[in-house]
């Protein structure tokens, strides 16, 4: 709870909710005489860097808004409702556990989902556990029986390999202690990456690992963790699959989510709501607030007697590389003096490099260090059988990623490198599909994506 009761507020609002005996958290209703207006909600705290002169208030629909004192307003408490404030959430009891339905596990890593607004500093900084969230989606408790909690509070720019392996080892640990699906919420600026590594780390899953994220917190407008979380925890229930995926937005509109395999998603969009899109492949199944309905029939059965693998272990010494137009060799050739393990290039088109480069990748080979083409056009399958740069860089030895996002080869080679650095077996791992990372059909329907 913020300890000042009206934080936030200086000047003629802090006077004027003070004077009416009025503190964040309470609902009100506030009235302009002038222009027949009245409004209800909750009493918000206000940026210290905001104007003076409003009152923010939460609308039963989920929206802030401000407004301004003016001579003819009039405020009046309808109910003082302070029981636990937090960023920016109202936050109701904990649900009662009801026995008998699916037991998850929610781990939190941090992210916009797990985020609040700093109202000293209007920026948004992650500091809710994974109990405030599920307090603040109380649905969830009528599809599962929920644990929920915090692993780590960061933004997922700084997830490196070794929080992946520690968050799979945690996963696991959930799984062998018989939960029926695990939740895993994540910032979304790097959940393609995580959702990968788990993938390639949990092998022969019994239950469905998900990812889940929001590109809005939950105490802005338009906030998607609310329906992303519900809808993650309904997979983890509920789905048949039992995989690593992520559930995130399907459309603009709050109606249904998306389930993409977790070595086939990508995050295509800044600040849309409905930014994660499976690429090369079709999202495994729709998420309405009643039902999942499945897109495709390619998927691991869940089936809880299975045993779990797990291969934790990333080799942080692996590079992920742009190449351009007036590229030069030297970036690749500093990469090896440097002592790096593995290289994946996101090469031009059908898996293309400025011939400048050649050179420096055939040493990098000649090294022992594995170079893996991908294509930038993110879209689509390498093929470097078709122009002559192509077969070059095949003779040199470079290894092509087929459909791989290239996020998802920087991550499956940096998971092969800790496991062996031959350069046969290397290339071997890479070619053979682990976790559905390389689809061998190439369907029309992929382009444009769902
Ligand atoms: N930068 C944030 C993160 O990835 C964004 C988000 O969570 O959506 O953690």
Request: glycine residues 0%.
């Given at each position: 709870m913020t300890e000042d009761p009206l934080f936030g507020y200086r000047g003629y609002a802090r006077t004027f909710l003070m004077s009416n005996n009025i503190k964040i958290g309470d609902r009100v209703r506030i009235k302009k005489l002038k222009e027949n207006f009245t409004v209800e909600g909750i009493v918000m705290p206000r940026s210290l860097l905001a104007e003076d002169g409003f009152i923010e208030i939460k609308l039963d629909n989920g929206y802030n808004i401000g407004i301004r004192i003016t001579d003819d307003t009039v405020i009046e408490k309808v109910k003082e409702e302070r029981k636990e404030f937090k960023g920016g959430l109202i936050v109701p009891e904990i649900p009662k556990p009801r026995p008998g339905l699916p037991k998850v596990s929610i781990i939190s890593t941090g992210g916009t989902i797990a985020s609040k607004v700093d109202y000293r500093t209007g920026a948004v900084y992650p500091a809710l556990t994974s109990e405030d969230l599920y307090r603040a989606v109380p649905e969830i408790a009528n599809i599962a029986c929920i644990e929920a909690e915090v692993l780590f509070s960061i933004f997922s720019e700084n997830m490196t390999p070794k929080h992946w392996e520690i968050i799979a080892q945690h996963v696991a640990d959930k799984i062998n202690k018989g939960f029926d699906g695990i939740v895993v919420t994540h910032g979304t600026d790097t959940m393609g990456y995580t959702a990968a590594a788990l993938s390639f780390a949990l092998q022969d899953l019994p239950v469905p690992v998900v990812l889940v994220g929001a590109?809005?917190?939950?105490?802005?407008?338009?906030?998607?963790a609310a329906i992303n979380l519900y809808s993650a925890v309904k997979v983890a229930a509920e789905a048949p699959f039992a995989e690593v995926v992520v559930v995130m937005h399907g459309s603009i509109s709050d109606d249904y989510c998306l389930v993409h395999r977790g070595t086939k998603v990508r995050k295509m969009h800044t600040s849309r709501r409905d930014a994660f899109r499976t690429v090369n492949d079709t999202p495994l199944a729709r998420v309405y607030r009643d039902r999942i309905e499945m897109l495709s029939n390619n998927y691991k059965h869940r089936d809880k007697s299975r045993r779990l693998k797990l291969k934790n272990k990333f080799d942080d010494k692996v590079v992920l590389l742009k190449v351009y137009p007036g590229m030069k060799g030297d970036i690749i050739d500093y990469i090896v003096d440097s002592g790096y393990h593995g290289i994946v290039l996101e090469g031009t088109g059908l898996g293309h490099t400025p011939e400048t480069l050649f050179p420096a990748i055939k040493r990098a080979i000649r090294e022992g260090i594995p170079v893996v083409m991908t294509s930038q056009c993110i879209w689509g399958r390498i093929n470097m059988n078709v122009y002559s740069t192509g077969r070059e860089l095949l003779s040199l030895g470079v290894i092509p990623g087929e459909d791989m996002l290239p996020e998802t080869a920087y991550v499956k080679l940096s998971w092969v490198l800790a496991q062996t650095r031959d350069l046969d077996k290397v290339r071997e791992l890479m070619l053979t599909n682990i976790a559905g990372e390389i689809n061998p059909r190439s369907l029309i329907s992929y382009y444009p994506p769902l």
């Open positions: 590109q809005r917190s939950s105490d802005r407008p338009s906030s998607d």
